[in-house]
């Protein structure tokens, strides 16, 4: 039965629990709602998976409450960090990327349309490296 609202609810659930590293929470529980932006926030892993998996699959998972959660918690988490320091960086250096975190999505949407632009490997490595996908 496709597009069920249960599939419909269930696909974004388990990839949800998947990518947080299984079913079960820190407490034993099953995780049925989503994670907040604190909980994100405090989770850069996980957060950074979450955000890989929906810029994969915008179309299903673009409104999804924990795409809309850890995007912003990577929105906070960038604003505390610029408040603890000051100075520009290099757009060249995933840290710059890492630091503003909106502007990395916009990026890495233009890069999908115009792979030659720059900064494009940046930005993506960025998101990687949070992931714990590659190492800095």
């Known amino acids: 039965?496709?597009?069920t609202p249960f599939r419909q609810w269930a696909q974004p659930a388990l990839?949800?629990?998947a990518l947080a590293g299984g079913p079960a929470t820190a407490q034993g529980s099953l995780?049925?709602?989503p994670r907040t932006v604190s909980w994100y926030a405090d989770h850069p892993r996980e957060r950074a998976q979450v955000q890989l998996a929906c810029f994969d699959d915008p179309g299903r998972l673009g409104r999804d409450p924990d795409c809309v959660n850890a995007q912003q918690a990577s929105v906070e988490v960038a604003l505390r960090e610029a408040r603890s320091r000051t100075g520009t960086m290099d757009p060249n250096d995933p840290a710059f990327?890492?630091?503003d975190?909106?502007?990395r999505q916009?990026?890495?949407i233009m890069c999908r349309r115009t792979p030659s632009l720059?900064?494009?490997e940046a930005a993506k490595r960025s998101l990687l490296i949070e992931a714990g996908k590659i190492q800095r």
């Open 1 to 3: 039965m496709s597009g």
């Open 15 to 17: 990839l949800v629990l």
């Open 118 to 120: 720059d900064h494009c």
């Open 106 to 108: 916009g990026k890495l």
């Open 31 to 33: 995780a049925t709602e």
């Open 101 to 103: 975190p909106q502007t």
């Open 97 to 99: 990327w890492s630091n």
